[in-house]
């Protein structure tokens, strides 16, 4: 017999399929209830709304589990690389050695931008923040590439593997242009000898005489961070870009988009309110311990640990910690920001107050302190959460251009504002 769900709903019964996902997780199918009984669920944030059925990642909060295509981000950490996960990700299976090739001399072809788009960067002030220039060159790439950008879905997927890499590739350079441009620095072109995170790196820190070779130990981290970040299932960034491709539009619209929701500090900035958290502690000539008394007590809010998904430990945050150490031994970097952090991180993994309450150092607590480690501002580590983020927005974007049947996103809502009014002439209110 079929599973099914009963709603009540003034004295009359109705009934509604249940679904099961690959993992067991349940959902009652509630895509007739309108038609059939004139309500609408109402949930605010979609906390408990399952928008779309998806087979790219697979989140358990309470178990601290976290897949990619069905693999353990733990085995893909320790095996794989951020462009070989992408591939995996975008693709739904692990390249062969020959896809792999291929995928990478796609990223390498384009990895430049348009001449042209130089220009643009000389419109923007100086002081412009990173994810509004990163948000609006991606969704400029149109222009250049109209071919990229038809705005129907089955002519839009034919150019797939292109404008995919052509995503992957080119917001990286964009990024490290943006950063440039504060700086007044020239812009230096991507490599074609150089893998993905080490052209990034090039991109940003080369001088005009002097190439810039990272530490081994720098490149394996920002890799990493990465990695850890290529997808997240339905977040907010992520059902933007699934929301704006409903309507037909092209991927790098789409992805734009993406770059906007994740901008918001409640997404995308967690790793620059850990930074900004210790900053503050060490103005206040602490070394943390003070902070955490006021923690307990309720007057300071610490940033970095919990997760509003995972209720037990962060999958990723157990791997990029052992990454975090690496790098400040690798680099001998004295900073007295760092040594608050440790502290804070001692006492969240011993103190009952919060080991009680699951407040264990999150990804974003880790990757904040690497990315100040290895010299990236901190109006870049955003643009950073969205490069990394680019493999999920497009597979994302993929499944939903890819749908026999796919309908536009279009969310109800209850109504709670004024009633029928009379309009009054201007000159009698």
């Not at 790439?141 to 995503?167: G, I, M, R, S």
């Not at 700086?183 to 991507?190: D, K, T, V």
């Not at 290529?230 to 704006?244: L, P, Y």
């Not at 011993?350 to 974003?364: A, C, G, I, T």
């Amino acid at each position: 017999m079929a599973k099914e769900a009963r709603i009540i709903i003034e004295e009359k019964e109705y009934k509604f399929p249940v679904i099961t996902g690959a993992e067991g997780e349940k959902a009652i199918d509630t895509r007739a209830l309108r038609a059939e009984t004139g309500y609408i669920t109402y949930d605010e944030g979609y906390g408990n709304t399952g928008s779309c059925q998806s087979d790219v990642t697979f989140i358990d909060g309470e178990k601290g589990i976290l897949r990619y295509r069905g693999y353990p981000i733990e085995e893909l950490a320790e095996k794989s690389d951020f462009v070989e996960t992408a591939y995996l990700i975008i693709y739904g299976e692990l390249p062969t050695e020959a896809q792999l090739k291929g995928f990478s001399a796609r990223l390498t072809r384009h990895a430049a931008v348009p001449v042209n788009m130089e220009h643009f960067f000389e419109g923007y002030p100086a002081h412009s923040h990173p994810m509004a220039i990163l948000s609006g060159l991606m969704n400029s790439l149109t222009c250049f590439y109209p071919e990229y950008a038809a705005n129907n879905h089955k002519e839009d997927l034919q150019n797939f593997d292109e404008v995919a890499a052509a995503a992957l590739s080119k917001v990286r350079t964009i990024a490290a242009m943006s950063y440039r441009m504060s700086q007044g620095l020239p812009y230096i072109y991507p490599r074609r000898d150089l893998a993905y995170a080490d052209n990034f790196l090039h991109m940003m820190f080369t001088e005009p005489y002097a190439k810039f070779v990272p530490p081994p130990e720098v490149s394996k981290a920002l890799n990493l961070i990465l990695l850890l970040h290529a997808d997240h299932e339905q977040n907010c960034s992520t059902s933007t870009v699934r929301m704006v491709a409903s309507s037909e539009a092209n991927m790098l619209a789409s992805v734009a988009a993406g770059i906007c929701a994740l901008w918001g500090p409640l997404h995308g900035g967690a790793n620059m309110a850990v930074i900004k958290m210790l900053e503050a502690i060490h103005a206040e000539g602490d070394d943390g311990s003070t902070f955490i008394n006021e923690v307990k007590s309720g007057e300071k809010r610490l940033m970095g640990f919990g997760h509003r998904v995972y209720k037990n430990y962060d999958p990723r945050a157990k791997i990029i910690a052992r990454a975090c150490e690496t790098v400040l031994e690798s680099l001998g970097v004295e900073d007295p920001l760092l040594d608050i952090a440790r502290h804070l991180e001692k006492v969240a993994l011993e103190d009952e107050y919060f080991v009680s309450r699951k407040l264990y150092p999150n990804v974003d607590f880790y990757s904040g302190i690497i990315m100040r480690a290895i010299g990236i501002p901190m109006n870049m580590f955003t643009v950073m959460f969205a490069i990394g983020r680019m493999p999920g927005w497009i597979a994302n974007w993929k499944e939903v251009a890819s749908h026999p049947n796919g309908r536009i996103y279009r969310p109800r809502q209850v109504y709670v504002g004024e009633t029928t009014r009379t309009f009054v002439p201007r000159d009698k209110r």
